[in-house]
């Protein structure tokens, strides 16, 4: 079973930047593709964005296209996400996930 801790988040401006990371510990976490969730208050969790095991292929969901920046380092078993142009309607909490492993997750508040 992997561990996964997030930090990072906090309370910023619209229109501001924020870098959250994923800490991942366990024997096999560089070999799977590890995913960005969040989920609002009173809404479903929602995918966020996906990074491939290289590194080499993200994915992201409409919404964040173009502000939001996926990226791991696998020698420091760590997966970033860079959220720039931040609006008040990404306000969450932001989930890793590998798999079926997911982490605490860790609080966004973007407030205009």
């Known amino acids: 079973q992997l561990q996964l801790e997030e930090s990072g988040g906090r309370q910023v401006q619209a229109g501001e930047s924020l870098r959250l990371s994923c800490a991942a510990s366990?024997?096999?976490?560089?070999?799977?593709?590890v995913n960005w969730f969040r989920q609002a208050p009173g809404k479903e969790r929602e995918f966020v964005a996906q990074?491939?095991?290289?590194?080499?292929?993200?994915h992201y969901a409409l919404s964040v296209k173009g502000r939001f920046t996926i990226s791991r380092d696998n020698a420091k078993n760590m997966v970033f996400l860079q959220m720039d142009n931040l609006q008040v309607e990404d306000t969450a909490v932001y989930y890793c996930?590998?798999?079926?492993?997911w982490g605490q997750g860790t609080q966004v508040t973007v407030s205009s």
């Open positions: 990074v491939n095991w290289r590194g080499t292929s993200t």
């Open positions: 996930n590998v798999v079926d492993d």
């Open positions: 366990g024997p096999t976490v560089n070999d799977y593709s």
